[in-house]
């Protein structure tokens, strides 16, 4: 089981405790069990943490890089509340999500590859038919080249653009991938931002912890300044479009949002309107493959 699916299973646990009635530490009693992952290592130490009558999100923070810095900042906005429920709810159909879209991925990749698999042994099977072995080697070869490429690179440059916001700028410039990045970007953020807001955290707040979980720098930046903007005032809508985090058509949705007191609703709906178009992208450049 990968970390991202003892997560989701986690969280779903913690909320059928704590909704049934369990309070925190007799929640995180009943999660605790006798294997030796790294999940439940860090719930035994937050249980210890717990006993020591530290806040639950203190108790969680030192293993952040398990739980992840979302499920930790959401569970210190609803301390404020008491309604951890909402928070591992929330968290857990988060993970549920990105999981649902690993899988869509793993699948759609499976095709080509198989594709790539079949030509190379057909093109060994004639290359020994007509005594042309090295040939067909210097082939599969440009060919393994070019493949490992078009994974490696992107992803070396997807890991530098946590780091430099001029890697991040040029990521997201680039022509189809950088679009793609860009809305799955944009969808993680809305994603955030409505479980933040739902959860009660002030809107700075939440766009500053919203802000941590990015891939990008530069998107980040531009985030946190928004969120500075925020703290001065100014409504939500205004700062993203002031810094322009999402285009035109959104911004006017998430006023629609602001006026009728549905931000958490639009910020969900903003969501999904990315992860469609990212997954529409993903099946047309697949689909040449298939073809």
């Known amino acids: 089981m990968s970390n991202k699916q003892e997560l989701a299973v986690f969280c779903h646990k913690m909320y059928n405790a704590l909704h049934s009635g369990f309070d925190v530490e007799k929640a995180f009693i009943v999660m605790r069990d006798e294997s030796n992952s790294q999940l439940n290592e860090a719930i035994r130490r937050t249980h210890q943490g717990i006993l020591k009558g530290q806040r639950l999100s203190e108790a969680m923070r030192p293993d952040e890089n398990i739980y992840t810095s979302e499920l930790v900042d959401c569970v210190y906005v609803t301390e404020q509340t008491g309604h951890f429920d909402a928070a591992f ?49 210097m082939i599969s070869a440009a060919i393994i080249g070019f493949i490992a490429a078009l994974v490696i690179v992107p992803q070396g440059v997807k890991g530098m653009s946590r780091y430099s916001a001029f890697v991040g700028n040029v990521l997201i410039k680039l022509p189809i991938v950088g679009k793609m990045v860009l809305k799955s970007e944009l969808a993680d953020f809305a994603s955030n931002m409505g479980i933040f807001y739902s959860c009660g955290a002030e809107v700075a707040k939440g766009l500053e912890f919203s802000a ?21 005032g100014v409504p939500l809508s205004d700062a993203i479009a002031g ?27 903003i969501e999904k309107y990315y992860r469609a178009e990212v997954q529409g992208k993903s099946d047309i450049i697949f689909s040449v493959f298939r073809s």
């Open 212 to 232: 941590r979980s990015l891939r990008n720098e530069a998107l980040r930046k531009k985030v946190l300044m928004a969120a500075n903007t925020v703290k001065k």
């Open 89 to 137: 709810d929330r968290m857990g159909k988060r993970f549920d999500q990105q999981l649902d879209t690993e899988r869509k991925i793993k699948r759609a990749v499976t095709y080509p590859i198989i594709v790539v698999i079949v030509f190379i042994v057909s093109l060994f099977a004639v290359a020994v038919v007509y005594k042309a072995v090295p040939l067909a080697i």
């Open 243 to 269: 810094f322009a985090i999402f285009p035109p058509d959104i911004v006017n949705a998430l006023k629609s949002g602001e006026a009728s007191g549905h931000v958490e609703d639009m910020l969900f709906t």
